[in-house]
């Protein structure tokens, strides 16, 4: 059964054999199949890359590895870049391509002349270090700025405009060093804190006599039973950090700007403080007063330092710049010029009126005004002025003013140039402050007449120049130019700063600003 079942399987085994060869040569020319044996091919291909990583086996060719591994990273990209990475990716492409140009620069310019690039590079350095150098000398007073020239005239139109007002007579303005900040005071005690740009005040508020004491003031003095908050003037440090005032009750005040607050009070004088002054870039305050002294103090460590002696009446103004001096002007008819380190002075005397009020133009020179209407001119070499300019505020026109006092103290009968006709005071034409844009040829000066005069100073040849009035009623009892020379303080009022000889009812009370064009 076993052999006969062997014999029926063998001959369909053969025939088998020559069935299959017969299919797979009829198969081996089909199209079909032929392309579905690639394709297990491919199959198998691909299965041996998806299991190469899993087994450590390698790719046949490395290209061909590294194409699919490019590929599958570019899929990846496209398909899981964000914004903010596409953001970041492009500009990494653009830093890129700005490193490689500067690189490219870089490497031309060193393939340049080594002589050429140093010599340009010396210009540069050369060109600098003269831009410093004329900064430094225009800042100290020995060089003068050229501003005068380019100050166009003023438009009918245009005019002071005042920012701040005080219900009395202005007695002193100034300035901060950024020009940004204002200050002012009235003879109520009034001090105001003011923005230049935008006018808006800030008080100052006195604290009351227990603190003042605390602060170091005396007991008044004399008859007076309370210290008086009348102040006749003004001087803000460098730094911006210390304003210091000075009035009738014969004390230094000295605030903390930042704050506001009264931080120190200086005694020592005996009369009024008619004025002050701080020394450029440094914390040293100048005290004038009607006690015929000088005083120096230091306002960083509060304490006393000297006193200067030499006026023979009492001391109406006081100015100085960088250096280690101070010029001051009397009612004995002198100035004077104060040599701090070596002690000593050096004294003008005017030539037949006093004088009212002074300033630096430069180290060497000096600007004076009079009680007679009259500009002085002075230079350090000379005892007598270079040059003067008489009746520079004549008041020729009628002004609305009431006499207060028919012999007055110090003042001219009347200027050679005015009619006698015409109604006209002495104390409307008594210069009664002078200003000098710092280290510029660019001066003002103010009156009662009703004007402000600008003036450019020249050579000594030449002397001074009058350029334009700028109208503005009242006593101008302060000027102050900003740093720039594009625009004048000015403090204005009813009434004279150091007295009440007259008074100007049409005039207002407050701190009025003009604006200078400059080409």
């Excluded at 053969?14 to 091919?41: A, L, M, T, V, Y």
């Excluded at 005015?418 to 040829?441: G, H, M």
Aim: include cysteine.
């Amino acid at each position: 059964m076993a052999g006969k079942n062997l014999r029926k399987r063998k001959p369909s085994s053969q025939q088998n054999k020559d069935n299959n060869k017969k299919r797979f040569s009829s198969i081996s020319h089909d199209p079909f199949f032929h392309n579905s044996d690639s394709k297990r091919r491919n199959k198998f291909d691909d299965e041996d890359i998806n299991s190469s990583d899993d087994e450590g086996e390698e790719f046949d060719s490395e290209g061909e590895k590294e194409a699919v591994a490019v590929e599958e990273d570019n899929e990846e990209e496209i398909t899981e870049e964000t914004p903010a990475e596409k953001k970041k990716r492009l500009a990494e492409a653009f830093l890129d391509r700005m490193r490689a140009r500067e690189k490219r620069e870089e490497e031309d310019e060193e393939l340049e002349d080594e002589g050429a690039r140093r010599e340009r590079e010396g210009e540069r350095d050369s060109l600098i270090a003269k831009i410093l150098q004329q900064e430094q000398l225009e800042e100290s007073g020995r060089m003068r700025r050229a501003i005068a020239s380019r100050v166009q005239k003023p438009e009918t139109t245009e005019g002071f405009r005042f920012l701040v007002k005080h219900r009395h007579p202005v007695t002193a303005v100034a300035l901060s060093e950024d020009d940004t900040r204002g200050f002012s005071a009235s003879k109520d005690g009034t001090i105001f804190h003011w923005d230049v740009n935008s006018g808006k005040t800030e008080k100052y508020l006195w604290p009351s006599d227990e603190v003042l004491k605390s602060h170091g003031a005396k007991d008044p003095q004399g008859r007076a039973t309370k210290h008086s908050k009348h102040v006749l003037a003004l001087a803000v440090s460098s730094d911006g950090r210390y304003l210091a005032s000075g009035g009738l009750d014969r004390h230094v005040h000295l605030w903390d700007i930042r704050t506001r607050q009264h931080v120190q009070a200086f005694p020592g004088h005996k009369g009024p403080v008619s004025c002050l002054t701080f020394r450029q870039g440094t914390s040293e305050l100048f005290s004038g007063s009607f006690d015929r002294s000088v005083k120096i103090w230091n306002a960083e460590d509060r304490t006393y330092i000297n006193t200067l002696f030499g006026h023979q009446s009492e001391v109406l103004t006081i100015d100085s710049l960088r250096k280690e001096r101070v010029l001051t002007v009397g009612r004995d008819r002198t100035m004077h010029l104060w040599k701090v380190p070596e002690e000593s002075q050096l004294v003008f005397r005017a030539p037949a009126s006093s004088l009212e009020c002074c300033c630096f133009i430069s180290n060497d020179e000096f600007l004076s005004g009079s009680d007679d209407g009259s500009i002085e001119h002075w230079n350090i070499l000379r005892k007598k002025p270079v040059h003067i300019i008489r009746n520079a505020h004549a008041s020729l026109t009628p002004i609305n003013f009431e006499q207060r006092h028919n012999g007055l103290s110090n003042g001219h009968i009347e200027n050679d140039a005015q009619d006698s006709e015409k109604p006209c005071s002495t104390a409307l034409s008594w210069v009664s402050s002078v200003a000098v844009c710092r280290s510029s040829d660019l001066a003002a000066s103010g009156a009662g007449n009703g004007s402000i005069r600008l003036w450019k100073i020249e050579s000594e040849s030449k002397g001074i120049c009058p350029l334009f009035e700028l109208p503005l009623v009242g006593f101008v009892n302060s000027l102050s130019f900003a740093k720039s020379g594009r625009f004048l303080i000015a403090g204005v009022g009813q009434e004279p700063r150091l007295g009440r000889w007259e008074r100007n009812a049409a005039a207002r009370n407050g701190v009025a600003l003009h604006r200078l064009e400059l080409s």
